[in-house]
């Protein structure tokens, strides 16, 4: 028998069994897709097959996402990915037959085989990858969409930075301002109420770019404090090219703080936990404010500039 005969023979026959689906549309990822070495191994034996056709064979009956090591399959030869395979309680989701522990060799190694595009490959990534690489670098891929990045509400929306601008501008009503300094002034009538919620989100466009200034209360372990910080709508590689600075004061006093604005790509929460910000206590926010401290009055100043 030639070298590689045994699994062309192999991958027939799991076609065959493929063929019975009834498979959902696939990922717009998968439709068109480079296969520059499907036909490695086999002889030529799989010229017959289009790309679609392996594409399809990749593809999970369950979740429609591309399948990885290990990948199962049952009795009748119907695949399925590892993750739903845990799900379906060892029950074949296309014959209902039992799963058992089943590996499907031929197409892990048929995977082995190719070079697809990154699924961002819509928004600017014209990459290629092997197979079993693309998972990884589309983990990190400088143009896979962003998060919204209003941290009121748990927003699900994603996209490119134009989107996401037009997004927080109609959606949720956030204030825009051009220019690279500003000057806001917070006020709160009850000083003693200190919730875990953001209070303010301002975007600022300066530079050719979107910088979002968050101001918000929480309670940093048993103690209330105010937090202000810049976000960058960017990756992190751009963002390490600006610089903010924020202070606050009152009363003959100034609190200063200075630094490198985080990416988007980092989470409202991951930031703020990591305390990069300007932190006033409260103590101090309410001796700033005058008066009979009992009415919170912050002034809040800042500049952003990109460094040479």
């Given at each position: 028998?030639?070298?590689?005969?045994?699994?062309?023979?192999?991958?027939?026959?799991?076609?065959?069994?493929?063929?019975?689906?009834?498979?959902?549309?696939?990922?717009?990822?998968?439709?068109?897709?480079?296969?520059?070495?499907?036909?490695?191994?086999?002889?030529?034996?799989?010229?017959?097959?289009?790309?679609?056709?392996?594409?399809?064979?990749?593809?999970?009956?369950?979740?429609?996402?591309?399948?990885?090591?290990?990948?199962?399959?049952?009795p009748?030869?119907?695949?399925?990915?590892?993750?739903?395979?845990?799900r379906?309680?060892?029950?074949?989701?296309?014959?209902?037959?039992?799963?058992?522990?089943?590996?499907?060799?031929?197409?892990?190694?048929?995977?082995?085989?190719?070079?697809?595009?990154?699924?961002?490959?819509?928004?600017?990534?014209?990459?290629?990858?092997?197979?079993?690489?693309?998972?990884?670098?589309?983990?990190?891929?400088?143009?896979?969409?962003?998060?919204?990045?209003?941290?009121?509400?748990?927003?699900?929306?994603?996209?490119?930075?134009?989107?996401?601008?037009?997004?927080?501008?109609?959606?949720?009503?956030?204030?825009?301002?051009?220019?690279?300094?500003f000057?806001?002034?917070?006020?709160?009538?009850?000083?003693?109420e200190?919730?875990?919620?953001?209070?303010?989100?301002?975007?600022?466009?300066?530079?050719?770019?979107?910088?979002?200034?968050?101001?918000?209360?929480?309670?940093?372990?048993?103690?209330?404090?105010?937090m202000?910080?810049?976000r960058?709508?960017?990756?992190?590689?751009?963002?390490?090219?600006?610089?903010?600075?924020?202070?606050?004061?009152?009363?003959?006093?100034?609190?200063?703080?200075?630094?490198?604005?985080?990416?988007?790509?980092?989470?409202?929460?991951?930031?703020?936990?990591?305390?990069?910000?300007?932190?006033?206590?409260?103590?101090?926010?309410?001796?700033?404010?005058?008066?009979?401290?009992?009415?919170l009055?912050?002034?809040?100043?800042?500049?952003?500039?990109?460094?040479?």
């Amino acid at each position: 028998m030639a070298p590689g005969g045994g699994i062309c023979k192999e991958v027939i026959e799991s076609s065959i069994a493929f063929a019975d689906y009834d498979m959902a549309t696939s990922n717009v990822e998968l439709r068109g897709s480079p296969c520059r070495k499907a036909t490695t191994g086999c002889g030529g034996n799989l010229g017959t097959t289009s790309n679609n056709d392996v594409h399809e064979l990749l593809e999970c009956p369950v979740c429609l996402n591309l399948m990885y090591p290990p990948i199962y399959q049952c009795p009748n030869g119907h695949t399925l990915c590892s993750s739903c395979k845990a799900r379906v309680r060892n029950s074949c989701p296309t014959c209902r037959h039992e799963l058992g522990n089943i590996r499907c060799l031929a197409l892990e190694k048929i995977a082995e085989s190719l070079e697809l595009p990154c699924r961002y490959q819509f928004l600017g990534c014209q990459d290629i990858f092997p197979y079993y690489s693309k998972l990884k670098h589309e983990k990190n891929c400088k143009y896979r969409p962003y998060n919204c990045p209003y941290a009121g509400a748990e927003c699900s929306v994603t996209g490119d930075i134009p989107l996401l601008v037009r997004h927080l501008k109609n959606d949720h009503k956030v204030d825009m301002h051009d220019g690279s300094t500003f000057n806001h002034r917070y006020v709160k009538a009850n000083a003693q109420e200190v919730e875990n919620a953001t209070w303010m989100l301002t975007v600022f466009n300066c530079f050719g770019r979107q910088f979002c200034l968050h101001f918000e209360a929480f309670h940093l372990g048993m103690a209330p404090v105010y937090m202000a910080f810049l976000r960058f709508m960017g990756d992190e590689e751009e963002a390490r090219q600006f610089s903010y600075s924020l202070e606050v004061g009152g009363n003959g006093r100034k609190l200063m703080w200075q630094g490198i604005p985080r990416s988007i790509r980092d989470s409202h929460k991951k930031v703020r936990d990591s305390q990069d910000g300007l932190i006033i206590q409260r103590n101090l926010a309410l001796f700033f404010s005058g008066g009979d401290r009992q009415e919170l009055k912050l002034k809040v100043a800042g500049r952003i500039w990109k460094e040479q």
